[in-house]
């Protein structure tokens, strides 16, 4: 996330801070929801999840067995298909 920060930050430190707390505030929700996002489509694997922040895509995986949300990356929908 430091690099978005960074980018952003470039134009306008203020857009940079408040576009970090609301992605921080989005990711926050999967400690009472884990399973809210979406199967990553072209992944299909049910573990592997994804939070949609225009225009960014929150891909993370949640281990049920030890109820772990683990964030696996951000990604601009520019760049295309999602790397993981």
Known sequence: MGDIARYIGKSSP??????????????????????MGRVVPEKKRDSLRE??????????????ESHLVE?????????GSLEI
């Open 14 to 35: 203020i857009t940079a801070e408040r576009f970090c707390l609301r992605l921080i505030e989005r990711v926050e929700t999967l400690d009472e929801f884990p399973q």
């Open 51 to 64: 939070l949609i922040f225009p225009p960014f895509r929150i891909a993370y995986e949640y281990h049920s």
């Open 71 to 79: 964030i696996l990356t951000v990604w601009h929908s520019a760049r």
